[in-house]
Each structure stands twice: as structure tokens, then as C-alpha cells.
């Protein structure tokens, strides 16, 4: 089955740094884009950053660019979401995605960006 299982989500100022990580089994990880999704509460869920099956391609939503930048490892079966810059409006539960007939997700991890 395919798992999808998100990581490193901490309590962070505004001004910091963190890095998120998703951990995938269960399908064949270097065939399939990855995305980084993040949710708000009271806010839809949307899309951050998505990177290729190889990694040399990634797209950012403008409000991340030139501060997140999205990578993957293929041999680990592993694609991370690196957030510098951190703004309030940041926080949310990050949601590892992939799409194969069907949306699959994390469980999130809460990422909140506080003073």
C-alpha cells in the first residue's frame, strides 16, 4: 500500500527556518512527481511546491518562491520541503502528495510560525 509519511513540523519564529520530509513506500517513488501541499485551519488545502520523478524540475506557488525549496532523494524514497524565511502566514499542517489515478496524502505535520 502506498504510504506517504510526513516529518520534522515544529514551533518556529518568524524569520526561521525548518525542514519538512516525507518518507513514501509502497510504489515505485522515482516514476511519480511529488508535491507539498499545506492546510490552515478555516483555509483550503494548497499546493506549495512540486518537484519531477528525476528532480531536475520544480514549480513553487508565488507566495514560497525564492524562500522553500523542494527536494528529493530517489535512493531513499524521500522528498523534503526546505522553508527559510518562515512568515506567520506559513503556518499549517504540510502535506506530502502523489498522484496515480487517485490523490494519496500524509498524515501532515504541523508547522507553526509564532513569536
Known amino acids: 500500500q502506498v504510504q506517504l509519511v510526513e516529518s520534522g513540523g515544529d514551533l518556529v519564529q518568524p524569520g526561521g527556518s525548518l525542514r519538512v520530509s516525507c518518507a513514501a513506500s509502497?510504489?515505485?517513488?522515482?516514476?511519480?512527481?511529488m508535491r507539498w501541499y499545506r492546510q490552515a485551519p478555516g483555509k483550503e488545502r494548497e499546493l506549495v511546491a512540486v518537484?519531477?520523478?528525476?528532480?531536475?524540475?520544480?514549480n513553487y506557488a508565488d507566495f514560497v518562491e525564492g524562500r522553500f525549496t523542494i527536494s528529493r532523494d530517489n535512493a531513499k524514497s524521500t522528498v523534503s520541503l526546505q522553508m527559510n524565511s518562515l512568515k506567520p502566514d506559513d503556518t499549517a499542517v504540510y502535506y506530502c502528495?502523489?498522484?496515480?489515478?487517485?490523490?494519496?496524502w500524509g498524515q501532515g505535520t504541523q508547522v507553526t510560525v509564532s513569536s
Open positions: 518537484i519531477d520523478s528525476s528532480g531536475g524540475s520544480t
Open positions: 509502497g510504489f515505485p517513488f522515482s516514476w511519480y512527481t
Open positions: 502528495n502523489m498522484y496515480d489515478g487517485r490523490n494519496y
